[in-house]
């Protein structure tokens, strides 16, 4: 008997060149990603991701690194806007607290205890300061800061030298809107 009749399968896989085994390869790679394609497809989840066949140069990215790429871009716009927001409510905090410093006659009343400008002033400050991470806008700092008192929960009232008495709040509020 020859050795061709008494050669079973898979001693002819090994007489195979290492060329013929890589196309052989390739061609079993290409018919189980053309079913996996097909697959895919029925189920509508082909999105073309890691398909064999395209040079991986011409594949899209991932979701994952899309998703990625748009909140690194969206972080990198939006930051130096929050700066430049949060420094312009800082100067208009820091007016409201020049403006309360600079009242003539008037009377700051905290807590039924009549207090002059500068300590009204530096009191709203040092208040500012020890809640500064919760207070954003010039309306914050009204609202969290100059409205009540924290410990007894009395509005704040200045008191004017011709004995009028506006609640703090408003008179800042007034202040901030340039009425």
């Not at 400008?117 to 300061?129: D, N």
């Not at 410990?151 to 009425?179: K, M, Q, S």
Request: charged content about 30%; proline content about 5%; cysteine-free.
């Amino acid at each position: 008997m020859s050795d061709e009749l008494r050669a079973t399968p898979a001693s002819k896989e090994r007489a195979l060149t290492l060329e013929q085994r890589l196309a052989l390869f390739d061609a079993a790679t290409r018919r189980q990603a053309s079913r996996n394609r097909g697959r895919r497809a029925a189920a509508g989840t082909n999105r073309g991701w890691m398909t064999p066949g395209i040079p991986s140069t011409a594949r899209p990215f991932p979701p994952v690194v899309k998703r990625a790429f748009l909140i690194a871009l969206l972080i990198l716009v939006a930051v130096p806007a929050f700066a430049a927001d949060r420094a312009a409510e800082t100067k208009k905090i820091e007016a409201l607290i020049s403006a309360v410093a600079k009242l003539d006659g008037a009377k700051f009343v905290r807590n039924g205890k009549d207090y002059d400008p500068a300590t009204a002033a530096k009191f709203l400050r040092g208040k500012w300061e020890r809640q500064a991470n919760e207070i954003v806008t010039a309306g914050d700092f009204i609202d969290r800061i100059a409205t009540r008192s924290s410990t007894t929960g009395r509005v704040y009232v200045v008191r004017f030298a011709d004995g009028r008495e506006v609640p703090v709040a408003e008179f800042l509020r007034r202040l901030l809107t340039g009425g």
